[in-house]
């Protein structure tokens, strides 16, 4: 790293990160669909305020991606800023929320302007395009890492709760699931692809898309919800394990990206979809006469959503393939603590 050795805490504060304001103006009542900013007091005092709009929850949510552990060492960090902002902004996805405002809690090893320069650019646009401003954080020197907390509102009646499952309910993915994995394979120079290939990974681990619209058109029309952080498998089991059910998944149903099938086999495709994480796409069941109109919100936002089991009476989750035959597959995911390195 370059290291300026000029600027203090509250210098690269000033300088990067206290007018990141995601294009919202401030008004005088919270409505962010007219571009509103809810916060009534940002960066700069000991405490940032924000408004809720009224009947509305405050939803929380916070992440933080370790350099090394959630990223490689050298990521760039304009793409990292927007990855980090997106992982977090996809838990209110799950929620069907609306996001109002995010803080940040950058630790740095060292002052490089040059990485901060990129990281405050990333996060600016970010911040632009998810439409929410940065309200507050805190900044710190150690190994490089990175927490971002989001709020944001929704009704409790109608949030994506993980308990709120019911027997009989489909079970939905949006986009294509296992993308990351493979990514993160070929950045740690496990699997070689050509130019195209690259690119389309490289967006896919270092540009998730939180599926907020998604989440929000799903209220009324689905009953638990999940992004797909640790794996599809492990987090499906967080909605059976909270809705007291069981999840059966069918392989042979699962979305699988026109790259992810040129580049791997089959049976390591089904293995990063199911295992590897990293997807930030949604999965959440929903009752089976909704399958119309979830297609039709599918379309119109132009994501795939797609089908691709049941929610049974019992517990656990398991798999079967188009056949109808169980398929053993390693449900773990992804878990801290749990790596032989
Ligand atoms: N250190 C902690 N203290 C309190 N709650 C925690 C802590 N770590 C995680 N949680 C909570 O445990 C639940 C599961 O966490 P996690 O698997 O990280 O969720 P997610 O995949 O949505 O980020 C969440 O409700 C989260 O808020
Ligand atoms: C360098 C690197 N190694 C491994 C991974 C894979 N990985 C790390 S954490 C993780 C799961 C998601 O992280 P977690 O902190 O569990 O997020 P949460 O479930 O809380 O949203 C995955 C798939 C990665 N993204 N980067
Ligand atoms: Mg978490």
């Not at 940040?104 to 990485?115: E, H, N, R, S």
């Not at 320069?117 to 600016?124: K, M, Q």
């Not at 070689?192 to 619209?213: E, G, M």
């Not at 930030?280 to 006469?289: Q, S």
Request: charged letters at 15%; proline letters at 4%.
């Amino acid at each position: 790293m370059s290291d300026s050795g000029q600027l203090s805490e509250f210098d690269i504060i000033a300088r990067y990160f206290a007018d990141i304001d995601g294009g919202t103006t401030v008004g005088t009542t919270v409505d962010t669909t007219a571009g509103q900013s809810a916060v009534t007091l940002g960066v700069g005092d000991d405490c940032a305020l924000l408004s809720l709009p009224p009947g509305q929850q405050l939803a929380l949510s916070i992440d933080t991606l370790v350099s090394g552990r959630h990223f490689p060492e050298n990521a760039n960090p304009y793409q990292l800023a927007e990855r980090a902002l997106a992982v977090s902004i996809s838990d209110l996805a799950a929620m069907g929320a609306t996001p109002l405002a995010f803080t940040l809690a950058l630790t740095l090893p060292a002052v490089d302007t040059q990485w901060l320069d990129g990281f405050s650019r990333g996060l600016r646009a970010a911040a632009q395009a998810y439409k929410l401003p940065l309200m507050g954080g805190d900044t710190t020197q150690g190994p490089l890492s990175l927490t971002v907390q989001v709020h944001g509102s929704v009704s409790a009646q109608t949030a994506l709760k993980r308990s709120a499952a019911k027997p009989g309910d489909a079970i939905f993915v949006s986009g294509t699931i296992g993308d990351a994995a493979v990514a993160l394979a070929m950045i740690q120079g496990r699997l070689t692809v050509d130019q195209a290939q690259q690119n389309f990974l490289n967006q896919r681990f270092y540009q998730p898309s939180a599926r907020l619209d998604i989440g929000q058109g799903l209220l009324g029309l689905a009953n638990a919800a999940i992004d797909i952080s640790d794996g599809l498998l492990a987090d499906l089991a967080h909605i059976a394990k909270a809705s007291q059910l069981a999840a059966v998944v069918n392989v042979d149903q699962l979305p699988l990206s026109s790259v992810i099938k040129a580049v791997v086999e089959k049976p390591q495709a089904l293995a990063y979809a199911l295992s590897g994480g990293d997807d930030y796409e949604l999965c959440f069941t929903a009752p089976p006469e909704n399958r119309a109109l979830i297609k039709t919100l599918g379309q119109q936002l132009g994501v795939p959503i797609t089908e691709v089991g049941t929610m049974l009476a019992g517990s656990g989750v398991s798999c079967i393939d188009a056949s109808g035959g169980d398929v053993s597959v390693d449900a773990s995911g992804y878990q801290h603590f749990n790596h032989s390195e």
